[in-house]
C-alpha cells in the first residue's frame, strides 16, 4: 500500500455502527465492509437492510444497560472496538403547537441519550481493555446548525422537528465535550452534519424537493454515498490529528 491509502485505510478496524439497518447506516456498514474493517452493526430493528459479512445486534440505544451489555459482548469477542459510528436517530413530525411528551422525550431519549449511553459504554470498556486509541464518528445534522426553512416543506409530511434540531446541536457539543475529555485516553471523537439525504426508498414530496434544491447553492439534495468519505476520513488515521469537529456536508446549504 502507497503512504496516502494506508493514510485513509481503516482495513482490519474493528467498528460499531448504531442504526445500521437504516438508510445511511446500511451504506456506512457496506464502505466499511469494502474498507476491509469488522463491522458490527446495532439497529433496533435489525430484520431491514442485512448485509453478508456484517454482525448484526438488536438493541435500543436509548437503554443504558443493554447498550453495555452489547457493547461489552462485542469487545470481549474482538478484544478492542477502533472505530465508534453515532448513526442512530430518530425524529418527530407533528407541529410543535400539539407535540406530546411522548414523542418529545422519545426524540431525546434516542438521539441526545442514547448517544451518549454509546459514548459511556464505549470508553468504559476501552478503560478496562487498556485499549488506547479510538475514533468516534457522531452523525448529526444541518438542522443542528441552522432552522429548517419552512417555506419549502409545501408536500413534505416529514417536517423538521424542534427536539430533533436540539438533539443534534446537543450531539455537536458532545462531540467538543468529549473530544477535549478524551484527548488523553487518544480517543479522538468527531461530528459530521448531513444536509437532506435523498431517500430513493422513500422519496421526499416532489414540492419538498424542488423548494429543497432552490435553496441549496448546489441545487439538489444529497445522495447517502456522499457522507462516506468524511466518515472515512474521520475514522482514519488521515484524522488523527482532528478531534471535536464537525464537517457539514450540505451542498453549502448553510452558506446563504
Ligand atoms: N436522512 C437525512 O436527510 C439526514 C440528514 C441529516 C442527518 N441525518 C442523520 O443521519 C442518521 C441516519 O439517518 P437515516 O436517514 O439513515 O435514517 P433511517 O431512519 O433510515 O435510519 C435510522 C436507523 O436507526 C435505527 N434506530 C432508531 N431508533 C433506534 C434505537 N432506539 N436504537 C437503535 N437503533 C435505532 C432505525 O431502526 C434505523 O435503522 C440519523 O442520525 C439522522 O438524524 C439524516
Not at 442504526?19 to 476491509?36: D, M, P, R, V
Not at 445486534?57 to 452489547?70: E, Q, R, T
Not at 477502533?82 to 422525550?105: M, Y
Request: hydrophobic share 35%; aromatic share 12%; charged share 25%.
Amino acid at each position: 500500500m502507497t503512504y496516502i491509502s494506508n493514510l485513509y485505510s481503516i482495513k482490519e478496524k474493528v467498528s460499531i455502527v448504531t442504526g445500521a439497518c437504516g438508510q445511511l447506516g446500511a451504506k456506512t456498514c457496506e464502505a466499511f465492509l469494502e474498507a476491509g474493517a469488522s463491522v458490527t452493526g446495532v439497529d433496533v430493528d435489525t430484520s431491514k437492510n442485512r448485509l453478508s459479512g456484517v454482525e448484526y445486534y438488536d438493541l435500543d440505544i436509548s437503554s443504558k444497560k443493554a447498550v453495555f451489555d452489547v457493547f461489552e459482548s462485542i469487545f470481549d469477542k474482538y478484544g478492542k472496538v477502533d472505530i465508534l459510528i453515532n448513526n442512530a436517530g430518530v425524529s418527530t413530525f407533528d407541529p410543535f403547537e400539539e407535540r406530546p411528551e411522548d414523542k418529545f422525550d422519545r426524540v431525546m431519549d434516542i438521539n441526545l441519550k442514547g448517544t451518549f449511553w454509546c459514548i459511556q459504554s464505549y470508553v468504559n470498556l476501552m478503560d478496562k481493555l487498556e485499549f488506547k486509541k479510538g475514533a468516534i464518528v457522531n452523525i448529526a445534522s444541518i438542522y443542528g446548525i441552522i432552522s429548517p426553512d419552512y417555506r419549502i416543506y409545501t408536500d413534505c409530511p416529514r417536517k423538521n422537528s424542534e427536539i430533533y434540531g436540539a438533539t443534534k446541536a446537543g450531539i455537536i457539543q458532545m462531540t467538543r465535550y468529549f473530544a477535549v475529555h478524551l484527548a488523553d485516553r487518544n480517543i479522538r471523537v468527531n461530528a459530521i452534519s448531513p444536509g437532506g439525504i435523498f431517500n430513493p426508498e422513500n422519496p421526499q414530496g416532489d414540492d419538498f424537493r424542488k423548494n429543497y434544491s432552490f435553496r441549496c447553492p448546489m441545487k439538489r439534495m444529497a445522495e447517502s454515498e456522499e457522507m462516506l468519505g468524511a466518515i472515512i476520513y474521520l475514522a482514519s488515521d488521515a484524522a488523527s490529528y482532528t478531534t471535536g469537529q464537525n464537517i457539514i456536508i450540505d451542498g453549502g446549504l448553510s452558506c446563504w
